[in-house]
């Protein structure tokens, strides 16, 4: 499996101590085991800013950094091993696995954290942290603070500042390091691979988690441990909920199923959206909305490259879809009116995107000083234009009503414009329709 390498979970400590001011602390918890019913726990998921700075991959644990401490810079308070424990849960890292597998220069057991931490804040000018993220883990960290404060007569020094710590993290992680691209590549390639599978599947009778259940096959047989976000499978009149998630109706031929799904790999989120008949092929008005989405997808690509703003691929959607939804007679007007009074909203209700990396709707801003973010090279993101018509929508002809198509593709921006990371999954309508022609043919 491919994998961030642990040197660069160093480069990226070592980034984020350079920002942080002299004389200052940065503190991060690590993401707390949810409880799904009774006393069974959901899968464990590491916290995104927690697992970019350490790759530690196990509850209870908090991280520090200290620039400058001469005994180290990178304290790992983490859970002890503890042989029965592990008999029932698995194995723990410990504090030696902590120093030698994930690079902490000190570690501590978490049980001591409240007699040890309080004297490394001591003296600090300013302390970094997530602040307002855990609710639980702020009321920790002032309780820290006030032992430092009620011993401020003794010659204790509080620290002055509290800044959180989002700002210069979601920053660094809005640039993907060449590392990041490659395990991006991978999870969408494994997300990809899914797709075909999905569309080789599809026939009428089976039901949307018929589908859903491809997905989850061959994400594990690719070595994601879990989907990067809840799949949609919508069939017929579902594709026009945009985060449909019942994944329980029956495919009937005549309908379009539309597919939104993607894995993880080691905390990388891959997102792709794909929409295609169940009966393999497409009806005259299912292709003319389907195409249209597409060059829509196209001309968004052609505004993604270093030095254009983030705004410009969404402009590029809303101006190919509108003039076409003209040009079929599902809008009426001047196309330059329409867009100015997002006549276009009615079908097309979203954004054409959003950034992409650890968090499937990754962090990092869209606006800086009030104006969009230039994009950059190394930065990743979605590129998902859609069309939904409202099977309720009394303004169109009964032909179109109840079509919903969304087209999804990952990109990073490159030196010249755009890499596609998720062109393993066919697009065109003569693809997608060879494709499941094909597989019915072998099935037959």
């Known amino acids: 499996m491919i994998h961030i390498p642990k040197s660069e979970y160093s480069r990226r400590r070592k ?11 940065a503190i991060l918890p690590a993401a707390a085991v949810a409880i799904r019913n009774r006393d069974v726990e959901h899968v464990y998921r590491q ?6 700075l350490s ?19 990178y304290i790992l308070f983490c859970r002890e091993r503890n042989a029965e424990r592990e008999l029932w849960d698995g194995l723990r890292a410990g504090q030696e696995g902590a120093i030698r597998d994930f690079g902490a220069d000190d570690a501590f057991p978490i049980t001591d954290i409240d007699d040890i931490l309080p004297g490394l804040i001591e003296g600090r000018d300013r302390v970094y942290s997530a602040m307002g993220s855990n609710p639980e883990f702020d009321r920790h960290l002032m309780e820290w603070i006030n032992v430092i404060r009620s011993k401020a007569n003794l010659g204790a020094q509080p620290p002055n500042e509290f800044v959180a710590l989002d700002h210069l993290l979601h920053d660094m992680r809005l640039y993907k390091s060449a590392a990041e691209v490659k395990v991006m590549r991978e999870a969408a390639r494994i997300s990809a691979q899914a797709h075909v599978r999905a569309m080789q599947a599809c026939r009428a009778g089976l039901h949307e988690f018929s589908l859903e259940a491809e997905f989850d096959y061959e994400f594990r047989k690719g070595g994601a441990k879990m989907p990067a976000y809840g799949s949609i499978v919508a069939a017929g009149r579902n594709s026009c909920i945009l985060h449909y998630q019942q994944n329980d109706a029956v495919l009937k031929d005549g309908d379009l199923v539309l597919i939104d799904a993607g894995c993880e790999i080691d905390c990388y989120a891959s ?4 929409t295609f008949p169940v009966s393999g092929k497409y009806s005259a008005e299912q292709k003319a909305i389907y195409e249209l989405v597409l060059a829509s997808q196209e001309a968004a690509f052609a505004e993604i490259a270093p030095n254009k703003h983030w705004n410009q691929a969404h402009e590029a959607t809303v101006r190919v879809i ?8 599902l809008l009426q007007g001047n196309v330059d009116e329409l867009i100015a009074g997002e006549a276009y909203k009615a079908f097309y209700m979203h954004r054409a995107g959003h950034w992409l990396g650890m968090d499937v709707h990754d962090v990092g801003e869209y606006k800086v000083g009030g104006e969009w973010r230039v ?18 929508n009394q303004n169109v002809a009964k032909k179109w009503r109840g079509i919903g198509v969304r087209i999804e593709d990952d990109v990073v921006v490159t030196k010249t414009g755009c890499e596609i990371l998720t062109g393993g999954v066919p697009k065109t309508v003569a693809e997608i329709e060879a494709l499941m022609a094909a597989a019915r043919t072998q099935a037959a």
Not at 17 to 25: G, V
């Open 47 to 52: 916290d995104s800013d927690f697992q970019y």
């Open 375 to 392: 994009l950059e090279v190394g930065m990743a993101l979605t590129v998902e234009p859609g069309i939904y018509i409202a099977p309720d």
């Open 55 to 73: 790759g530690f991959p196990e509850p209870q644990a908090v991280l520090v950094l200290m620039p400058g401490r001469v005994h180290g810079e």
């Open 271 to 274: 997102d792709i959206t794909r």
């Open 322 to 329: 509108t003039a076409g939804l003209v040009k079929l007679g």
């Open 15 to 25: 980034a984020l101590m350079a920002q942080m001011e002299p004389n200052s602390i």
